[in-house]
């Protein structure tokens, strides 16, 4: 097994630093990027880290925005040596990732249902924040219930899931009028998954049932618990019973319009996943690429970058990186202690309701979130609800590293200046009279200033050939003093740095 020492530094700070380097130990505390268009915050701070976490050794995972980042990353990896590391999944290519499968090897009974609602609701979800979502528990709870049965329906039909079946059962649960009729024919993806399951239920029930002595038989027939023992005994038939109470009692008799906003966030999810080149990589093939291979120093890329596949492209990276996450969380440090990264450029586009969760504990897990945005108000966007500024500024507290470089954005350079902090300047002050007699004061004060005032942002260097290709940034670190007992410096990166 590879050791990988925490205390192995990857940035030099400048002289007179206190303490002269920022570690690996640091790198997985997180890591935010601000900056402005052409602020240089990827080709500067972005591109130094990601060489140094690739030299390093380390895995990762790196989600996409614009088109040109595999090439990006594809330099970084042949810059560092790790061009075989690389894994790219992308429509056409060789690799494909079947998250049904893969979740349902990672769990049995009802714990599949359990793992399959989270990570569909996760990324539902994400789609809902963005598009700035009600807080009215209601839905959440009706969205959750109906994703709940109708997976526990699939799976007690068929014992497995496909995305196909699950589509089809959500478009053919029937409405309060069509309930008599469809129940007579028969005919739709419903109301076969019911037959299927109650075959399948009864089938239980009867091997249980033959299975008991007679003299049992007849004692439970005569005290009329049989329902109540069948329940107890056949786990399949009480959750059967709670899937047909579910949709006969609550859910169909539910009004037009809840019911088609239900339906279709449901369903409509589900169609993006039917749809090519979508299905191919997710749905259709079987895996031959996982999260755990970054444990091994693998680096996956996701190439679908949100500027070409839109909202599918961002579910489908949104629904990856939770797997990732929750697969990456799982893992034994004594067994395994590469460390890892998780990377977003644009990263307000992948942000889902769990991410603070995860960062919490991301530290444990040696996971370095690298995420880089232009400003704090692209977060409020994206996390949608009326708390959402509490929420983002809650997440930017969770990440120990964060990178201001020039921004003309007022928020995001206040937020950059009062994490920075105040400190005591000394205040001269001179007085003179001139009359029958000269007379000439001086006094000092200490007063109490902003060390970074806001409008400073605004002027720092964003390369280019002006700059000579040079970045400038203010780096803030939680913790341990980086330059002359303060936690925060001044850097300069390089555009063309090589390694």
Known sequence: MNTFDLDKPLIEFPSGSSNGHWTIRHAVEGVQIFGGIGSGKSSGSGRTLALKYLKAGFGGLVLTV??????????????TGREKDLLILEPGGHYHFNFLQYEAAQASGQSITENMVEVLKTVIRAGEEKNGKSDDPFWETALDMLIFNVIDLCLLAYGQLSIQTLYDIVQTIPKPDQENKASSENSNAYHRAFQQAQAKVNEKVNDWYLQLSKETQDLMDEAGTLEMEVGNAVPEARLYNFVRQFFNENYISLSEKTRSIIDFTFSGFLFRLLREPIYSLFCRHDSNIQPEDCLDGKIILLNLPVKVYQKVGRDCQILFKYIWQRAMEKRSISANNRPLFLWADEAQNFLH????DYQATARSSRISTVYISQNLPNYYACMGGQ???????????TLGTKIFHANADIETNKYASELIGDAYFVDESSTQTIGKEFSHGRGQSLKLERMVRPEDFVRLKTGGTLNEGKVEGYLHRQGDPVHKGLNHVKMTFKQQYQP
């Open 387 to 397: 708390k959402a500024e509490y929420r983002v500024k809650s997440f930017m507290g």
């Open 353 to 356: 309701e769990h991410d603070a």
């Open 66 to 79: 614009k088109p040109d980042e595999k090439e990006v990353w594809q330099d970084y990896c042949q810059l």
